[in-house]
Each structure stands twice: as structure tokens, then as C-alpha cells.
T-cell receptor, first 121, second 110 residues
Framework: QMQLVESGGGVVQPGRSLRLSCAASGFSFSQNGMHWVRQAPGKGLEWVAVIYNDGITKYYADSVRGRFTISRDNSKNTLYLQMNSLTAEDTAVYFCARNPSRVDIAATDYRGQGTLVTVSS | QSVLTQPPSVSAAPGQKVTISCSGSSSNIGNNYVSWYQQLPGTAPKLLIYDNDVRPSGIPDRFSGSKSGTSATLAITGLQTGDEADYYC???????????FGTGTKVTVL
């Protein structure tokens, strides 16, 4: 049974940093691309970042590029999102997701409940 | 503002069919695959369709996806009260090298 467990969310002041983690199980983590997607309160889904299975190729949304860093540790089956210089606009539930497709890097399969990040003074 | 446009809402009676459109351009849907997601209130999104028309294991065949040109469509047949949710399309935006989601559509079962 595929599982993704996000953690690391919480309340943080503007300008500070936070690191999210996503523990994966039930599938071959090292063979899948992985995403972070977020959803601000009452809003739609917003794609944040993707990292390919090689851990080298990464892409980011314009809204987070230069502030957020996606990474992975295939030996620990864990995905990370380092978030720096946080602003109120980063307040959202953050979901990690597996890429299930061999041809479409954008596809995302969610198996966790997300972790809430609140940026507030 | 999303580059993928969906109708804000659609509705139909139980047992009927609804279709949700997702309109994009040549730099996203036109040259990439489309996926669809269901999000029930207060829960994480659920993948319904990927690679334009592939259902993951466990997704009933009442849900189907198609793509034509720069638009995609999700069809739900035999509508059930449990289908009341928000639905999103998603694809890759080549010009940005980024993933993108649609604006979302709320499905109401009358």
C-alpha cells in the first residue's frame, strides 16, 4: 500500500525558514519523480516543485524559485522541501506526491494528508 | 492566475452525466499529457486520470478522460452523491518548465 506522510509544518514568522519532509513507503521511491503541491486556504491547487528520480533534475514554480529547494534521499525514501524567506503568501497545506507516469512528469498521485504551513508574525 | 481554464461549476441529477472542460494552449495541453484530480472537502486530492485517459487502479470506469487539441475533458457518468467535490485538471507548461493546474470545477449533484 503506497503511503506518503508529510511532516514539518507549523507556524513560522515571515522571513524565517522551514523544512518539510515526506516519508514514502509501499513503492520504489528511487524510481519515481516526486512533487510538492500546495493549497492556500480556500484556494485551488498550486504546483510548487518536482525532482526527478535521479535527484539532479529539478523544476520550480516562479513563485518559489530561489527561495525553496526540493531534494530527496533515496536511501531514506524521503522527500524534502527547504523553504526560506517565507511570506504570508506561502501559507498553505503542502502535499507531496508521486509521479506515476512514464511519459508525463506532471502527473501527481497523492497518498498523504498534507502538512499545514502558516506564515504569520 | 492559472493558464488552464475550467468552468467554475457543473451540476446534474444522480445517475446523469457531467463533463468538465479544461482549456489551455499549445504550450501546455496542446503538446503535453493531461491528468485529472478529485478533491473532496477537507481531504487531499485524488488522482482520477493520467496520461490523458488512463485510470489508476481502483478508479471506477464511470470516470473517463479525453484530449483534443488544446483542450481536455473529464466525463463522469452515473453521477453519485459521493461525486460532489472539486475537480482539477493538470499538465506541464513547456514555456515555464513547470506543472500547472486548472482553476477547478465544483460538481454538484442535484
Amino acid at each position: 500500500q503506497m503511503q506518503l506522510v508529510e511532516s514539518g509544518g507549523g507556524v513560522v514568522q515571515p522571513g524565517r525558514s522551514l523544512r518539510l519532509s515526506c516519508a514514502a513507503s509501499g513503492f520504489s521511491f528511487s524510481q519515481n519523480g516526486m512533487h510538492w503541491v500546495r493549497q492556500a486556504p480556500g484556494k485551488g491547487l498550486e504546483w510548487v516543485a518536482v525532482i526527478y528520480n535521479d535527484g539532479i533534475t529539478k523544476y520550480y514554480a516562479d513563485s518559489v524559485r530561489g527561495r525553496f529547494t526540493i531534494s530527496r534521499d533515496n536511501s531514506k525514501n524521503t522527500l524534502y522541501l527547504q523553504m526560506n524567506s517565507l511570506t504570508a503568501e506561502d501559507t498553505a497545506v503542502y502535499f507531496c506526491a508521486r509521479n506515476p507516469s512514464r511519459v508525463d512528469i506532471a502527473a501527481t498521485d497523492y497518498r498523504g494528508q498534507g502538512t499545514l504551513v502558516t506564515v504569520s508574525s | 492566475q492559472s493558464v488552464l481554464t475550467q468552468p467554475p461549476s457543473v451540476s446534474a441529477a444522480p445517475g446523469q452525466k457531467v463533463t468538465i472542460s479544461c482549456s489551455g494552449s499549445s504550450s501546455n495541453i496542446g503538446n503535453n499529457y493531461v491528468s485529472w484530480y478529485q478533491q473532496l472537502p477537507g481531504t487531499a486530492p485524488k488522482l482520477l486520470i493520467y496520461d490523458n485517459d488512463v485510470r489508476p487502479s481502483g478508479i471506477p470506469d464511470r470516470f473517463s478522460g479525453s484530449k483534443s487539441g488544446t483542450s481536455a475533458t473529464l466525463a463522469i457518468t452515473g453521477l453519485q452523491t459521493g461525486d460532489e467535490a472539486d475537480y482539477y485538471c493538470g499538465t506541464w507548461e513547456t514555456s515555464l518548465s513547470a506543472g500547472v493546474f486548472g482553476t477547478g470545477t465544483k460538481v454538484t449533484v442535484l
